[in-house]
Structures are given as C-alpha cells and as structure tokens.
C-alpha cells in the first residue's frame, strides 16, 4: 500500500482576508473589490468585480508582462465584455487565481438562474518571489475565488495587501548582492485615489512591484531603506547624479520571466467610446514616468487596464481632461501604496545571559532547504544562513542578534531585520523573521 502523500505548503496554505490597516474609501457601487492573502508567501490577490460588466481597453508597456485576456481588449470591441480584472502575486504561477475568479463568477450566474454566462477576466502579475522571500507559495485557483467572495462596494486596501502583499520598489538602485547593500530596497504594496466630477467618477488603482523607485511631487525619492521610514531620502535628481549606470546591455538570455512589474487599473462610469478609451489607458500609463523612475523598463512588465461602466455623460469635461486628471490620480495611487512599516524594537540593557540565550540555540528550517543555524559564542546569540541567503543574508556570514523588547531581536545588519522565537506550552518550536506583513516562518528541527 502506497503511503498517504503529504500535503504540500502550496496545499495546506490558508487563503486570509484582512479588514484591519489603511483603505480608500470612495463611492463606485458598480464596482466590488475583493482581496486575499496567504501568510504563508506571503503573497495575495486582488480582484475588481463589476457585476453589470465593463467596456476595456490596454495599455502593456514593460518588457515582461503576464497577462490573461489582455489582448481580448485590443480589439476595439464597443461592448461590456468584461465582469473582473485580477491582479496577482506569484509571478506567472499567480495568473491561475484569474481561473479561479472567473469560476466564481460562473457560479454567481448560475445562481442567478443565467447557466450559460461566460465570465470575461483579464489579469496580470506580479513578480513577488525568488530573492525577497524563501517561500514558493503562490496565488491560485483557490485563493482567486476567496478574493472574489470577499468583494465589497466602497472600499480599497492600501500597501501591503493583496496582490501588493509582498510588492518591492527601487531595486535598480541595487548595485552589488550583498545584504547589505539589499537594505536599501524598499517594500512598495498596492495604493488607490478616486475623484467625482459632477456625474463621473474616476479611480485609479495600482500594485507598484517596479524596477524604479517611488518619486513624490517635489521629486524626492519616498522610501529608501526596507526597515527604516525616517531616513531622509535623496531627490531623484541628486540620486541620478551621483549613480553609476549599468555598464554594457541588459542580459534577457534567462529563463523566466523578470523580478519587477507595476500593475494598473483606471476605472470610470463616464461613456467613452474605444478609441477614447484606448487613449485614456496611453496617457494615463505615460504619465505614470513621474511617479516611477524609471519606468517602463526592459526589466519591467507594466500593464494598464483602463475600464468603464459606461453610463453617464459629462458634457463638460472631455476625454481628454478627463485622462489629465486621471494621471493625477495615478501619482496619488502609486504614493498611497508606500506601506506602514512596523515599529523598529528598541535594544533591551543589560543584554540577556549566556543561561538565557542558550534556550534559543538550534537549528531552524526555512522553506526550500534553508537553514537558519543559531548558536552562543562569546556571549552573545549569533545565526547563520546555510543555503540561499536571499536579500537577507550574506551565506555562512555570522550574524549578531541583539534582544529588544517584546522578545524580539534584531539582526545586527545594515537592514536591521527582526526574529521573534516562538513555541508553545514552554518549548521552543520555531521562529519568524521580520513578523508582520512580510514574515517568514521556520521551523526548529528536532
């Protein structure tokens, strides 16, 4: 008799909706958006459902885009084809939570007594894996579908929700693979703005996971440390200046697909015709440069959709005007997704004894064959990283920790990541590096 297969991370990860955090608040009732995570990644998905459909159009600018029926909208169809776009984590693994939208709303029509419908989705992804994470836990068919289930009218998650869960900005920046030179690469998440004018509405809704970094109106660089947020960060002009640009081509002789990608949505109830709406997704994606320098990068794989529901006329604003002030909004967006980071803990004096420290030593498994080995030496607690350091740790390089309260202790590194032990009924049986919205969990072997 064959032996029960165990189930897989993949399998067993736990699809979570969050209410709690900062959110856009905005009245589009057409309009339900929906999002759901995995810790496990982290990683997560965000989906914008419209019951009565949308006219869509595409804008794909970066040189690595995934999509699904993304050219469905090439083809300068006037009619409301569309009921959802899907946004993912995962990188191409991640487009299978489209499917699982779009088998949601199958069974929505069916409910509704309507057997026959066929649920119009596009998506697009984003890259959230390899280096800024060890686990390989990615969006799917289920977590698409809880996504849809929790849709709401009204409201937006902002930063490091849903698809934006595990979203990075600013690596080009990155010269050099050290840890520490990867303390500088910031987390980035999904961000929002809406406007009424008169009877139209307009909202802009992205995932920035870009090569670039985030620029703010008066041109300074927004984040620039991945723990840190009081760090005065330099203008982008200052940045530019003083940085050496890559020397020789851009190598795209890999396999797979590239680490970086800002995802857009422009949604509107104003009537447009195609072409016009075509042209709102082209300027309102050019104007985007402003926020994200660069932008639109061979190494990046941004997409816009630009949708309406089609049903009110404003006379006076234009489709052009209307595409200016949907540009504006887009530079809100992209800064509304720069994420709260968590409280940096503060080193706890004197430092715990060598009796109390040894408690901690062992050996830690993080996904994919990592191992996290804690020991006593000198006095004090150290770590190393056997296996893929990621953007965290240099490999077999000794590590200080430092006790901070609340149990915490940070990584004496430039990136002044945390680690928190955890166990239960008194025995160690695990820890979580930098708990909070971007974890990663191991576990003590025994």
């Not at 399998?11 to 339900?32: E, I, N």
């Not at 990188?91 to 029509?109: D, E, Q």
Request: aromatic fraction near 8%; proline fraction near 5%; hydrophobic fraction near 40%.
């Amino acid at each position: 008799m064959m032996a029960a297969p165990v189930a897989s991370a993949q399998d067993s990860a736990v699809a979570k909706v969050y209410t709690t955090g900062a959110s856009l608040q905005f009245d589009f009732p057409q309009m339900r958006i929906g999002i759901a995570e995995y810790d496990e990644g982290p990683t997560g998905t965000t989906v914008f459902y419209f019951p009565g459909g949308v006219k869509g159009a595409v804008d794909v600018r970066g040189g690595s885009p995934g999509t699904v029926n993304a050219t469905a909208l090439m083809d300068s169809y006037e009619s409301k084809m569309m009921q959802a776009v899907v946004f993912s984590g995962g990188s191409w693994y991640g487009l299978s939570a489209a499917t699982g939208v779009a088998n949601g709303i199958k069974k929505l029509k069916a409910d509704e007594g309507n057997v026959d419908f066929i649920a119009g989705v596009v998506a697009a992804i984003i890259y959230d894996v390899g280096g800024r994470r060890y686990s390989r836990v990615t969006p799917d068919d289920r977590l698409g579908r809880a996504a849809l289930e929790s849709a709401t009218t009204g409201s937006f998650p902002l930063g490091s929700r849903g698809a934006g869960r595990s979203a990075m900005q600013g690596a080009y920046y990155m010269r050099g693979k050290s840890a520490d030179r990867y303390a500088d690469w910031s987390h980035s998440g999904q961000g929002g703005a809406f406007r009424t004018i008169g009877p139209t509405k307009i909202g802009v809704f992205t995932v920035v996971n870009a090569l670039g970094t985030i620029v703010d109106r008066n041109g300074r660089v927004v984040r620039c440390h991945r723990n840190i947020p009081d760090v005065k960060c330099p203008s982008i002009a200052d940045k530019l200046k003083a940085f050496a640009p890559i020397s020789g081509t851009v190598d795209r002789s890999g396999n797979g697909p590239t680490g970086n990608t800002t995802l857009t949505l422009v949604v509107t109830n104003q009537k447009m015709p195609f072409w016009a709406l075509q042209r709102l997704a082209t300027q309102v994606h050019g104007s985007m440069s402003r926020a994200i320098q660069p932008f639109a990068t061979a190494d990046d794989g941004d997409v816009l959709y630009a949708v309406t529901t089609d049903e009110v006329t404003n006379d006076s604003l234009s489709a052009m005007d209307l595409s200016v002030l949907a540009s504006e909004l887009a530079w809100d967006a992209v800064l509304s997704s720069v994420p709260e980071l968590p409280v940096a803990p503060a080193p706890i004096a004197p430092q715990p004894s060598v009796d109390q420290l040894r408690k901690y030593a062992g050996t830690y498994e993080l996904p994919v064959g990592n191992l996290f080995i804690v020991s006593v030496e000198a006095g004090a607690l150290t770590a190393v990283l056997q296996g893929n350091g990621r953007i965290f740790f240099d490999k077999d390089r000794k590590y200080r920790l430092i006790a901070a309260k609340d149990g915490l202790f940070i990584i004496d590194s430039p990136a002044r990541d945390v680690v928190r032990f955890e166990g239960s009924d008194g025995r160690l049986t695990g820890l979580t590096i930098n708990p909070g919205p971007w974890l990663m969990r191991a576990k003590l072997r025994q």
